[in-house]
């Protein structure tokens, strides 16, 4: 484990504070009238999972952790968790329902995820930005029901419900934007 001074943490770092290990989600660099600068670190807790905002001084010293993030596709899901497939090697690892959290309901066959590992053990599983899904249920649109640019609701494939536009029909392949779960626009 490397130490640097606080001046020298970056936005996505993984480091060491309070007994703690965290994810630097923003820093801002402080500078009052008089004394020394302030650096104050939004950092989200692996443990906790909490966030909170920590001062160092500027000479502070900082235990930087080492990470290993990882493009690993998805498989399946049974009783015992999620089970992703590093592609380079055909290793499986499987990971629990808590770690992946509201992202079961972006993560379909074959779709690739970033995990984030800190000394060997998964801490963060990210899915992009935008995923395609097929919607398994939609209900039929009611003719003449076009005001106000209308939606309806309908199932994908991994049983998450969003809203959607009338013309939309069961089969069709969807945009879903993850970070809000909304739709995006069809799939070519």
Same mark, same amino acid.
């Given at each position: 484990?490397?130490?640097?001074?606080?001046?020298?943490?970056?936005?996505?770092?993984?480091?060491?504070?309070?007994?703690?290990t965290?994810?630097?989600?923003?820093?801002?660099?402080? +500078?009052?009238?008089?004394?020394?600068? $302030? %650096?104050?670190?939004?950092?989200?807790?692996?443990?906790? =999972?909490? &966030?909170?905002? #920590?001062?160092f001084?500027?000479?502070?010293?900082?235990?930087?952790?080492?990470?290993?993030?990882?493009?690993?596709?998805?498989?399946?899901?049974?009783?015992?968790g999620?089970?992703?497939?590093?592609?380079?090697?055909?290793? +499986?690892?499987?990971?629990?329902?808590? $770690? %992946?959290?509201?992202?079961?309901?972006?993560?379909?066959? =074959?779709? &690739?995820?970033? #995990?984030?590992?800190?000394?060997?053990?998964?801490?963060?599983?990210?899915?992009?930005?935008?995923?395609?899904?097929?919607?398994?249920?939609?209900?039929e649109?009611?003719?003449?029901?076009?005001?106000?640019?209308?939606?309806?609701?309908?199932?994908?494939?991994?049983?998450?419900?969003?809203?959607?536009?009338?013309?939309?029909?069961? =089969?069709?392949?969807?945009? #879903?934007?993850?970070?809000?779960?909304?739709y995006?626009?069809?799939?070519?």
């Amino acid at each position: 484990m490397a130490s640097i001074v606080a001046t020298q943490i970056k936005k996505g770092q993984c480091i060491k504070y309070e007994g703690e290990t965290g994810i630097v989600l923003n820093l801002d660099h402080r +500078t009052p009238g008089k004394g020394n600068a $302030l %650096i104050a670190a939004t950092i989200r807790s692996f443990q906790s =999972g909490k &966030t909170k905002t #920590i001062r160092f001084a500027s000479s502070d010293k900082v235990d930087i952790v080492e990470t290993d993030r990882q493009k690993l596709e998805f498989s399946y899901e049974d009783p015992t968790g999620f089970h992703f497939m590093d592609m380079n090697t055909y290793e +499986t690892i499987t990971l629990t329902p808590e $770690l %992946i959290g509201d992202n079961k309901d972006y993560l379909a066959e =074959g779709m &690739t995820a970033e #995990i984030l590992f800190i000394e060997g053990n998964a801490v963060t599983v990210d899915v992009p930005a935008v995923v395609e899904l097929t919607v398994t249920e939609s209900s039929e649109s009611i003719k003449g029901d076009t005001a106000n640019n209308p939606t309806k609701p309908a199932t994908l494939e991994t049983g998450k419900v969003v809203q959607v536009p009338l013309f939309v029909k069961q =089969g069709d392949k969807l945009k #879903i934007n993850t970070a809000d779960g909304s739709y995006s626009g069809r799939a070519n």
